[in-house]
Structures are given as C-alpha cells and as structure tokens.
C-alpha cells in the first residue's frame, strides 16, 4: 500500500455452500505446510485434499460453521469449526466447546489480523449458542500457529503422543 491508495478492507462472513470452491483452493497452502512437514502422513495438495464436495457437505451439517475473510473483495483465508455438545458422564461433566478444526490464511494476507478476525467470529458464534471454551489441536512442528494460537489465549490442555513402530 502506498501512501495515495486507500487501506485494505477485512471483512469477513458466513461461508456458503457456493464458496466451496473457494474454500477448497484456501486450503491448498496449509495443506502443503503439512505434506512438507510431515510427508509420511500428508498429502501433497490437490483437488480432493479438501475437494469442493467435501466443503458443501460440511456446510449442510447444522453445527458446523465456515467464516471466510475477504481483503478488498479477495479471499485471504478461513476458519472451520464444528460445535460439540459432550453432555455429562459419569467420570466427567459437561464440556461442550466449538473446536476449530481448520485455520487457514493464504501467505500474502498473514500478520495483517486475518486469523485474529476469523477467532473473532468464532468466538461470537460460542457465545450465540451458549459455550463458553473454544478448543482446536495443532501439530507439535507448527511454531508459528502454536505462537498464534498462545497469543490468542489458548493453552495446552492435553498432550497426545505416538510411537512410530
């Protein structure tokens, strides 16, 4: 941006099921973090990783939930997240969450509150719906998004752990 031209605009909103095929092309970027990071396990990106099929029928899932984030009328990246409703048991009590299970900003738009805009809207559905804990894994080799997601507020509430044999 020069000092002549005017400043980006954010916006984000509700993703449909015609921003499917957007959604799946946003994917492509954090789904190669993941091939090249860890390649035994992820596939390099293509159409069926997160294929505009898939998208739609995520989207027809009541408690499933996709913001997408424009700037200037471009896509610069979403978040995906699905209300969890875990009623009481008998070893632990209720603990119902909308857990991210997405994140993704294209590498032109990072450190300009795109994320930050997409936690946002999160965070306003968990409080329409009445919860009150967002939750969201990560991979142990991800610094920046563990930065982030620190930055965010969250913490480490559990460890999972595998061994390769």
């Known amino acids: 941006m020069n000092r002549y031209s005017e400043p980006e605009m954010l916006k984000v909103r ?10 799946s092309s946003l994917n492509d ?15 390099p990106a293509s159409r069926e990783t997160f294929s ?5 029928e995520i989207l027809t899932q ?5 913001f997408l984030a424009y700037f200037d009328e471009k896509p610069a990246g979403y978040i995906y997240c699905e209300i969890r409703r875990r009623g009481e048991s ?14 993704s900003v294209n590498r032109s738009h990072r450190r300009k509150g795109v994320a ?3 936690f946002s809207e999160v965070m306003a559905l968990a409080k329409d719906v009445g919860i009150r804990r967002l939750g969201l894994d990560v ?11 620190e930055r965010e507020g969250f913490e480490i509430a559990r460890h999972i752990m595998v061994k390769n044999l």
């Open 14 to 23: 509700a993703a449909t099921v015609a921003d499917a095929d957007i959604i």
């Open 29 to 43: 970027e954090v789904q190669n973090v993941h091939a090249e990071a860890l390649p035994h396990l992820f596939k």
């Open 52 to 56: 505009a099929k898939e998208v739609t």
């Open 62 to 66: 009541p408690d499933n939930h996709i």
């Open 90 to 103: 008998p070893a632990m009590y209720e603990r119902d969450q909308v857990y991210i299970l997405h994140v």
């Open 116 to 118: 930050t805009a997409l």
């Open 139 to 149: 991979w142990s080799f991800n610094a920046d998004a563990i930065s982030f997601f």
